[in-house]
């Protein structure tokens, strides 16, 4: 393997960076594809996007001959804007998923490890919180305060961001005013139609568990289904 290739390959990892290592198995050629590249004229461009969508490395057969594609996609997470009580049934079911997920609190009385045991907690504002990691479109964000103070910034972030999911609680009244304020903030109108409010699949949720499970229908739909979602 070319370990200059290798080397970019850790690197994009690291970052969470979608990217294809593609290998010539007749003469050994190898190249980095990455998701963020336009490679629409690429050869393969049809079987690569279809792979950055599953996930899945695999021999494919080329007019070359058989090529080898190595798919790295970075682990899907769930950022959870809110330590409530839909967030206590969600985590683990999340978790179980395969979701790496972190919850997301400024208030500590809610925000305790005796509530959410074992999990990735931040007890800090959601601004702070995604200095140190931010999103990207492998993350999924379901806001779930109530509170526009702690779940706007988040949102707006996700939705500038690219997350492949962006999920928030409240009423349709409470989602117009909420659109109201990000138009005041100067966010994109095109962006909007990408939230998912009120939050998770319409499966007529009525308990803090039933919506956790809607909310995790409706994530893991957006990473299976969505075009150019984290599959």
């Not at 400024?106 to 140190?132: H, I, M, Q």
């Not at 609680?169 to 962006?191: D, Q, V, W």
């Not at 229908?217 to 969505?226: E, Q």
């Amino acid at each position: 393997m070319d370990f200059s290739l290798l080397s970019d390959l850790n690197k994009d990892r690291a970052a969470r960076r979608a990217a294809i290592l593609v290998t010539d198995m007749v003469d050994g050629q190898q190249r980095l594809v990455r998701k963020s590249d336009d490679f629409s004229g690429d050869p393969l461009a049809e079987e690569l996007a279809r792979r950055f969508r599953s996930g899945k490395s695999g021999m494919i057969t080329a007019e070359s001959g058989e090529v080898f594609l190595n798919v790295s996609l970075p682990a899907p997470r769930l950022v959870i804007i809110g330590a409530v009580h839909i967030s206590q049934a969600l985590v683990p079911m999340a978790e179980i998923a395969g979701l790496d997920v972190t919850v997301i609190d400024p208030r500590t009385a809610f925000a305790t490890e005796d509530r959410f045991p074992g999990s990735t907690l931040k007890a800090d504002w959601p601004e702070e919180v995604l200095k140190d990691a931010p999103l990207d479109a492998f993350t999924a964000v379901a806001a779930v305060t109530h509170d526009p103070k702690i779940d706007d910034y988040p949102l707006m972030e996700a939705l500038k961001t690219g997350c492949f999911y962006v999920g928030a609680l409240g009423s349709r009244k409470t989602h117009g005013k909420r659109l109201e304020r990000f138009t005041e903030a100067g966010l994109a109108p095109e962006l909007f139609d990408r939230i998912d409010a009120p939050i998770g699949l319409d499966i007529g949720a009525a308990s803090p568990e039933e919506i956790a499970v809607a909310v995790l229908g409706a994530i893991i739909k957006a990473l299976r289904t969505a075009p150019g979602a984290a599959a």
